[in-house]
């Protein structure tokens, strides 16, 4: 669980953060710019928890509040505090804290390991096998400092200005990325640059997982892909993502299975055996304990519910 940081931050700074994400983002839901790797956020009412794959992204709220579950932990940003991933996660995140009147907002930039490494070369920052103590966990909450928060002012005021757009937006990004990595839980992200060790072996296999989601999983296999031994990758993985590798596919595989099912008109037995179920009996009672309500019960529960309440976003 993160401890809130009870830091004061720049009330003009973030007042102005909201006041243009609002300018883009009229409505609820999530605005995607004309920069790819960023997107608003709006919520005007508080909502469930919903369930999605987080991929590596830094996201700045400046109204509201969230509550983000990983496993049994318990993840709670608001104003001025930034929430970054630093590999793909299945997470649960609920709006906990917005109103008609002050509406939960938030801007979220996408992040990628590439990036990462550069920056670290930049720093002088070799990465290594973390060799001493244990790693990070892949996501934390964390307070956004001055210098962070005018860069995402200065960002967002590009969205008006498209001819500067395409240039300076991945500076200031840069920019971004490089005040996270310099915070005091910049580590988190620094361990997943290739070539820094067992974390960004654990980032492989994360990776790997999400792309053959439906095929068997074999640890000793995964063990050997990034030269582990299957102990140490159960042991670390767990550390980096609070569950186990099976744990982690069967999120994946009923996360896309309801993404399926909500968008196409197939049968459950169906969809499991795509999602790579061998037992249909198995896939709705695993459905279940994730989503509170056997597929079609669940199914139809989304579709009468408005688009701005099944929004996917962080």
Known sequence: MNSRNVTPYPASALHEIGSLIETYCTNDGVYQTDFSALSLIRNAHETAPLHSVYEPSICLVAQGEKLVLLGEEQYHY?????????????????????????????????????QILELM?????????????ELERGLFVSQANTEMLDAFVRLLKLMDKPEELPILAPMIAREILYRALQGDQGNALRQMAPGA???AYIAEVIQHIRE??????????????????????????????MMSPVQFQKQIRLQ????????????????????G??????????????FGLPPI???????????EAVIREV
């Open 121 to 133: 070369r930049v720093m002088d920052t070799v990465p290594t096998a973390q060799a001493q103590g």
């Open 256 to 275: 896309e299975a309801r993404r399926i099912l909500l968008n196409d008109s197939v049968q459950a037995a169906e969809v499991a055996f795509q999602v």
């Open 277 to 290: 179920y061998e037992s249909p009996s198995q896939f709705n009672r695993e459905y279940v304990r994730l």
């Open 197 to 199: 060790g067992r974390a």
């Open 212 to 241: 053959t989601y439906s095929e068997p999983l074999r640890i000793d296999d995964l063990a050997s892909k990034v030269s582990l031994s299957p102990s140490s990758l159960y042991r670390h993985f767990r550390h980096v993502t």
């Open 297 to 307: 019960s669940d199914i139809r529960r989304l579709q009468a519910m408005s688009p």
């Open 78 to 114: 608001g104003p001025s505090e930034y929430f970054a991933v630093s590999v793909d996660l299945p997470i649960s995140g609920q709006v906990i804290k917005a109103s008609p009147d002050e509406p939960y907002l938030a801007v979220r930039l996408q992040i990628d390991s590439q």
